[in-house]
């Protein structure tokens, strides 16, 4: 097993068995790319109207300053997934700064899951990308992937077992299309995921994608 497949997949074990289901890949990088847009920070027009092109240069702004602990942009996958498609997902993902997210391991076989993460990741700096929650399948009450979410604001998870958040506004699609022709939908429509998709292309343009 590649050595920093070895390092993602411990420090997802070193959650503790009685909490290995809700157990997140650690994610750094993205948590410091991830896009915090609170309702309160949507500038305000001369007419008291959501100024939309302000919304981008306040959700830039925040970009660094998460609140919240869950991701504004979240790409829902499985390792069902045929491969390369995969494999783009999770590319065209770190460098739109969100991430992608997992139900659980294959089986309960954490060796698995990271043999088959090998497979499609080709850059390490990707897993700071990737993550296993099953809370935001369950928050977003996902049955099919890929799914894609955008959210209006940043929030928090909650901590049980079985327990479902409280989730924001947010905008959402599924099926296999790319990531930038679902973000160039939700910015175009202005919805409530607007401002997240809007930075996170400007993310994928600086990054050549």
């Known amino acids: ?54 919304i981008i240069k306040g959700a830039s702004a925040n970009a660094a300053n998460a609140r919240g602990e869950a991701p504004q942009l979240i790409v829902f996958a499985s390792l069902s997934m045929p491969p390369q498609a995969l494999r783009r997902l999770i590319a065209d993902t770190a460098k ?33 990308n990737v993550g296993i929650d099953p809370r935001l399948f369950r928050a977003f009450d996902v049955q099919a992937v890929p799914a894609y979410v955008a959210v209006s604001s940043d929030f928090d998870l909650c901590s049980g077992l079985s327990c479902k958040s409280e989730v924001p506004a947010y905008d959402r699609m599924t099926g296999n299309v790319t990531l930038r022709y679902v973000l160039e939908l939700f910015a175009e429509a202005r919805g409530p995921g607007a401002g997240v998709a809007g930075v996170a292309l400007r993310n994928m343009s600086k990054a050549g994608a």
Do not use: W
């Open 1 to 54: 097993m590649r050595p920093d497949l070895e390092a993602f997949v411990a420090q997802v074990q070193t959650r503790g068995d009685a909490f290995r289901e809700e157990a997140i890949a650690v994610r750094d990088k993205a948590n410091t790319n991830a896009v915090a847009l609170a309702k309160a920070d949507l500038p305000k027009g001369y007419d008291g109207a959501v100024d939309f092109d302000e």
């Open 96 to 128: 739109a700064g969100g991430v992608v997210v997992f139900r659980g391991f294959p089986n309960n076989s954490m060796r698995a899951f990271s043999e088959a993460l090998g497979k499609v990741v080709n850059d390490r700096d990707q897993l700071a």
